[in-house]
């Protein structure tokens, strides 16, 4: 069988041929890195809806000052990496990213600093705690954050009160209910809620060197605190009323002291069953306190006679309510 050699070769350089010029039409018709345009830029910031430190308007005008915001730039001179390095000079930042597309397109993607407390102290600074127990500057956006107030120093700030708000902050009930901490001279803790005419006082927080063992001693002091508060709140208040204390002291452990609001009236003897039902589910011991007497009431005691009671109450009437201007402060 004779083949044909030079017809092979002949096809063989036409195809190759075509070949060539298909590619070579491509080539010079498909604009390179040189004379492409960015034509969209994607923002997308992680969180803005709850957290809102940034937003896209302030991203296109750090870049825009910076003269990196690459709309319309040559894609050759869209610098991702100083993109991505001006943006993480922010401090609301956490992580930023930057990557272009082979449709012309820059994308940049954003994740936020997520701050847990908003620190002022009484020396008059104002900042942020992110989870990392690092400080934020202060911001025009306002989060609904736990406050701290007080004698709050930045160290004292990161290393409690940072660990005590990420605590509350996991409950839904005090993450909802709990608004602002006090830090008071001695460094105990003041709570005050948005629910009742009260303040919640916590004690001192547990000082410790190292900050794994800290942060886990004051996760379970916290947590121990706020369980008796709990069953207080749903076994206590709950029945006897939400006005009823302007102080309720949760240092010690098996009691609760509590400091009663001063009202000309006589009290029923709601509140006296209400807490009985307290120490009787709850099981802690409540006392109470007058205004201007530090004086306590057990509930461990009996029910008294219908007669007893008022006799106890005359007397109240007319001896304590005379004293009304002394020392109003729990003597803890």
């Known amino acids: 069988m004779h083949i044909n050699w030079k017809k092979i070769a002949i096809i063989t350089l036409d195809s190759a041929l075509a070949i060539y010029l298909m590619f070579a039409f491509t080539a010079f018709n498909k604009p390179d890195g040189k004379t492409r345009l960015c034509t969209k830029v994607n923002i997308d910031i992680q969180d803005e809806a709850t957290n809102g430190f940034i937003d896209t308007h302030e991203i296109k005008n750090r870049l825009g000052k910076n003269h990196l915001y690459p709309l319309k730039m040559s894609l050759d001179k869209v610098n991702s990496r100083k993109i991505e390095e001006t943006l993480k000079s922010s401090p609301f930042v956490k992580t930023a990213e930057c990557y272009k597309t082979q449709d012309g397109q820059v994308c940049i993607s954003l994740t936020q600093r997520m701050p847990v407390v908003r620190i002022k102290s009484d020396s008059g600074e104002d900042y942020y705690l992110d989870d990392n127990d690092c400080i934020m500057p202060n911001s025009h956006y306002t989060s609904d954050l736990i406050i701290a107030t007080g004698h709050i120093t930045k160290w004292f700030a990161t290393n409690y009160i940072s660990p005590l708000s990420k605590t509350l902050m996991e409950n839904d009930l005090w993450k909802n209910q709990i608004e602002q901490i006090n830090v008071m001279p001695d460094l105990g803790i003041e709570l005050v809620p948005r629910v009742g005419n009260h303040i919640v006082y916590i004690g001192q927080l547990p000082f410790y060197k190292y900050k794994q063992q800290r942060n886990k001693l004051v996760y379970d002091f916290v ?110």
């Open 223 to 332: 947590i121990k605190k706020m369980d008796r508060l709990e069953k207080f709140y749903k076994y206590g208040l709950s029945q006897a009323g939400w006005n009823k204390y302007s102080y309720i002291n949760l240092e010690f452990d098996n009691q609760i002291i509590c400091k009663k609001v001063f009202k000309e009236e006589k009290d029923d003897k709601s509140i006296e069953s209400a807490l009985a039902v307290s120490d009787n589910i709850g099981g802690i011991s409540v006392k109470k306190t007058e205004t201007n007497k530090q004086e306590s009431q057990s509930l461990e005691k009996s029910s008294k006679s219908e007669t007893s009671k008022a006799s106890s109450t005359k007397k109240a009437s007319s001896g304590n309510t005379t004293k009304k201007d002394g020392n109003n402060k729990i003597r803890n």
